[in-house]
């Protein structure tokens, strides 16, 4: 192996370029050329690569988002453009390759191996942790910082008026943001979907914390339909507690940004420079991951199919922490 | 004049408590009884107050919220309120008043004078710094710097994604947050309530940035009705450019939050201090600021119906900057 | 068990409060009676210790240092000043105690135990991380966190002005702090007791990174003496590497203190709850922990005589990420 | 006037980048052409300077340090290599010259125009405050911010262990940041030059402070020679209060790094546009400054030699607000 590619796709996710700049000089450590390619699939199919130096990735660790950019391909979903994708790496000398994404990357990147034989290793980056085969996805620590400080923002307000804050997090299809989010910021209900609290459930918690005098309360919600809909629960919520002054905040996109944290920029550090000596020792569709502080090697069936579960305890010691 | 007390109305804003805390040393140091009144007017009538002692105040200058909490009074807008709230003031041996807090809150202060004689001086405490009379507004700096911290966040992820976001700010009537926030954070456009774009201007604007080679954009929007709403924006903005990828963020009440800014709890502090200085010199329905780095005093009147413009460079400054 | 206390002894650390507001709620929701100790041993002695209640650990989670405040006691290595304590706690009917700290606290809590048969729990509370039975102290992801903001600051000064920054970080006995601050800052270097660099080694690499076309270094150093005190090695450096712009800055105390991260109040929650559930359930001399995210306990034995290595990977990585 | 350039000089400021950024984009906007000159006056003479485009300097407004870099120049010190500085102008075609940077910065501009004809106008760059002619310096009030944030950091260790800290801060000459981190942080003490304390009078205020039942305390010092000196002060204090916890912390470069605050980048985007403008008004040797919030011309002659003086009145409110 000569030389190898590297690109971000999916969703951004802060320490996404502490692992670019991992691979990059990883790679150049162990003597391999490197491509940088921008805007992910899209990218590929086009021709849209430079080669990476180690200055390249200079002063890069620090900043939140991509320097390759991120971008959907539907062209790459389709026969013709994997082929366009294939003709540009072989013209490039390409045998490898470094995808640091979620899901729907590691899809493509394995039916592009069956096809046309260039070696994948995924590496987890996304803000969801929703991944089977790591303990922490890239991005998430940092999403789930980001949105306490949000939420310590909120309780100043919140105690200042006894008011009911509902909170939306991200994580449409799993509460690793918001179970993190609700512990740490103190919240005294935390809505997820491995756990679907009926709304009446909710509602009742809150009339016995005020009954127990409570004067303030956050109520964490993991985004997703009706149940995960911060909004359409505070209405159902004002119908029943009418004497309380409920409140809504959706946290949006702030959640993608912003310097990584220590634990994200390690993260990527590892998983980037694992990736490369994967490819180095011959290994193909796989994901990267570090569970329990090792590196293991998920295949991409696994990492896309299975399901990380959310530690029970978590869920459990919410209710412990707020009576 | 023996007795004072202090409370806070209307929303919360950072620096607030910095602002108490110079009130309650300002008032012992000048050998005043100083009391501490919760939810503001309500607490008035119903007689809801502490005493204040030094230590009282002690390691709360770095809180955002109010310690002495904050609430609507329907009650004190009718006579029968203002009369137990006078029985109360009267009970305890108030002589003098601080009012933190907004127009509203000084209005009520003003009429409760005319009734029944007891002086106050209101201190200028929101994050929209929408007041005549005073340079800044306590909590406007911190809320500037949590939306620009905001933006910045949103910018890697636009960045990333060549994105246009519209981010919507407070400011229901002024644009002060808007346009700080907009120059602050290098966005391409600033809706102000002060300065109305049309939305097709805004629309020719973000064609002709992308004409010019710009692959990402942020918009911000002061909160209001149509134009001031940045879903309402977005919707029209994507109708004509279908090739964007448009998103929105409202920031919401993250912006209330937080510890505040070394300029919040500075400006907090001095006119903690100048509003006890002021009533034991006899002032009365005056809001006291700080213009040019002075401390200067201006009656309710003004400081209720005089606009404070926004500076018009900076309007104009936002279309040089993001060419 | 009716009746247990707890309180915090040795170095504050942010998450301390979490985790007292866990010890205090894990109790209540099992039934006990709960008291605060204020300053470690010291107010076992004196009996200074109030009755908690769930209201009294309410908006404490975001919170640094403890609000059980710390202190040393030199009466408490004394057979006299244990007995005082012991007749202390008995008079509170006080059956079991939680003890958050580091190695010295633990030392105390074990012969208290064996003269007078108080059953204790010790929680590793202490930014340095260096604690046998667990993977992570609480304050440690915190302390590294602020070291790294530290570092993002002085990057960007030594690459406006093309300098070498020697950075000190704590961590006398052990290289945690330094080395994750050290890949997640970026440093060319890191310097801890566990891989001893030759100052010449250090100097070494500097020349070779200034010819490799570097303009500006970080190198991180754990304190210590001679090669763990980065004066002396700026000194030494600047002897030889003339031509270079060498500073130094130490970071000191700001590394203890700080709003603590989601990891740091996770963690103290959950080995709150896990140290009041060990006494309940007949566990004595040990110190509660997470390893590969299970709750364990180990003898205090072992938690203070044990060596926790620093991972040999993350030493390896940084020479690898910064070529 | 066809073509200016800008140039930073003397230690880097947060905000530096917002300022060039505006240099860079009014230019533009007014149809010139400008260079940006790298590492100060040294660059001017080696002829170290790059085209800039709006592109240029996109994404940086954000940035601490400053992109064109800043260097000491000894040659520009002599006749020689002014005049060298001056054949590379000439070179270059360029009419006008933009300089960020502090006192010596502008000694040199100036004495370069009475040799050479070229028109300067300068941007107060300093994190010191200490410039007379503009209310504030860019990089001041984000200097202050992260010293509060230190000083914040510092104040729960300092309260969790009763002890006094000696927190030293920078202002050579000038108290400015003292003195707002003082105030902002809740300090006993302030130590600024302006208004030397003998160590005798901070000994007897921390000791009656610890009469009047404060358990920490926090003492500001503003860098210099003995008075000046936190380890020295420290050292003096310890001889005469041996029953207090006296710890020292000199805060350092952290300092002058970091995401500049909303303050300063609308500061450096004010200034910037106006010293372009200024240039193109033919105006020359003059530091462009905001005075009560309006753009003013000062002469070099008075920005160097004229003394901007503290305001009494926050000295004074340090006393008032530490009972």
Redesign the interface.
């Known amino acids: 192996m000569k030389t190898i590619a590297v690109l971000?796709s999916g969703?951004?996710a802060?320490g996404m370029n502490?692992c670019i700049?991992?691979v990059v000089?990883?790679a150049?450590?162990h003597n391999l050329n490197i491509y940088g390619i921008i805007r992910g699939y899209k990218g590929v199919i086009e021709g849209d690569m430079i080669k990476m130096e180690?200055?390249s990735v200079s002063?890069i660790?620090?900043?939140?988002?991509?320097i390759l950019?991120?971008?959907r391909s539907d062209e790459f979903r389709t026969k013709i453009g994997r082929q366009k994708a294939y003709e540009q790496m072989k013209k490039h000398g390409i045998e490898g390759l470094v995808v640091i994404g979620g899901n729907g990357s590691f899809t493509g990147a394995e039916i592009f191996y069956k096809e046309y034989g260039i070696p994948t290793i995924g590496v987890p980056g996304t803000i969801d942790n929703d991944l089977y085969g790591t303990?922490y996805t890239i991005g998430f620590?940092t999403a789930?910082?980001?949105a306490?400080d949000?939420v310590?923002?909120?309780?100043?307000?919140a105690?200042?008026?006894?008011r009911v804050?509902f909170v939306e997090v991200m994580g449409r299809d799993s509460g690793y943001i918001a179970i993190?989010?609700g512990?740490?910021?103190?919240a005294e209900i935390v809505m997820v979907p491995e756990n679907p609290d009926s709304i009446e459930g909710v509602i009742e918690s809150l009339r016995s914390g005020r009954n127990?005098?409570k004067s303030s309360s956050i109520v964490i919600v993991a985004e997703g339909e009706e149940v995960g809909n911060a909004h359409y629960v505070a209405i159902k919520a004002k119908e029943k507690l009418t004497n309380m002054d409920i409140?809504v905040?959706?946290?949006?996109?702030?959640q993608?940004?912003?310097?990584p944290?220590?634990?994200d920029?390690?993260l990527g550090?590892?998983l980037g420079?694992a990736a490369v000596e994967g490819l180095i020792a011959g290994r193909k569709n796989e994901m990267v991951g570090i569970v329990?502080?090792k590196v293991v090697y998920t295949t991409f069936q696994d990492a896309i199919n299975k399901k990380k579960p959310l530690?029970k305890?978590?869920i459990k010691?919410v209710n412990?922490?707020?009576?």
Chains 1, 2, 3, 4 share one sequence.
Not at 320 to 323: D, N, Q, T, Y
């Open positions: 971000t969703g951004d802060p502490a700049r991992s000089r990883g150049i450590y180690s200055r002063n660790i620090q900043q939140g988002g991509t950019k991120s971008a303990d620590d789930v910082n980001t306490l949000a310590d923002k909120i309780r100043d307000t105690d200042s008026h006894d804050f993190q989010t512990i740490g910021g103190g127990n005098q409140r905040t959706n946290l949006g996109h702030i993608r940004g912003g310097a944290t220590a634990m920029r390690i550090s590892r420079l329990d502080d530690n305890d978590l010691m412990i922490l707020s009576i």
